[in-house]
């Protein structure tokens, strides 16, 4: 069974479900999710209902009308209630004298900073070459370097194989 028909399955119920729920139905990320709601909206197999940051998914129009109609009110009421707890937090940090702010406090900046904060001094240089020990059983072979390692020097009138073949197919194509 596709992903997608597992949430078309899973968005059965009268209640819909929002992405989150999607996800935990069907043991897959919410980003796959949320690919695949997108994509199944567009074609019109789920139908998408209820406000920013709350929707939910329906196999039917008809619940995702219905959920419509009682979906505003319940946004509003969240949107209540946030606006509630977050007066209550303020004057709570009235009576206890402190600012309340939605970041966190700025760090402390040191005029002279202590020893633990500088960087770190620069590594110590390598110790200078030891001198190779070899033990009395082993025999070292040294191969000479020829002069000409690196070097070519072509014969005059010398060309290389596919310039060769390159040339025999160029002559034989004009003749033709």
């Known amino acids: 069974m596709t992903l997608s028909d597992q949430i078309i399955n899973a968005c059965k119920t009268s209640k819909g479900l929002t992405r989150g729920e999607l996800s935990e139905a069907v043991g897959r990320d919410v980003r796959n999710v949320v690919a695949v ?11 998408r209902s209820g406000t920013c940051r709350a929707y939910r998914f329906f196999t039917f129009k008809l619940d995702a009308d219905a959920w419509a109609l009682i979906a505003e009110d319940v946004y509003v009421a969240q949107l209540r209630a946030n606006k509630e707890a977050t007066r209550t937090a303020r004057n709570e940090a009235r009576r206890k004298g402190t600012k309340p702010t939605g970041r966190p406090p700025k760090p ?11 960087k770190p001094e620069a590594p110590t240089p390598a110790p200078e070459p030891v001198e190779v020990i070899w033990p009395e059983h082993v025999k070292v072979y040294v191969a000479p370097t020829p002069p000409s390692r690196f070097h ?16 025999n197919r160029r002559t034989q194509g004009a003749g033709v």
């Open 152 to 167: 070519f020097d072509p014969p005059p009138g010398w060309a290389g194989e596919i310039s060769k073949d390159w040339m």
């Open 37 to 47: 709601t997108d994509w199944l909206v567009k074609r019109g197999r789920l139908h």
């Open 108 to 118: 402390k900046v040191f005029k002279n900073p202590p020893e633990v904060a500088r």
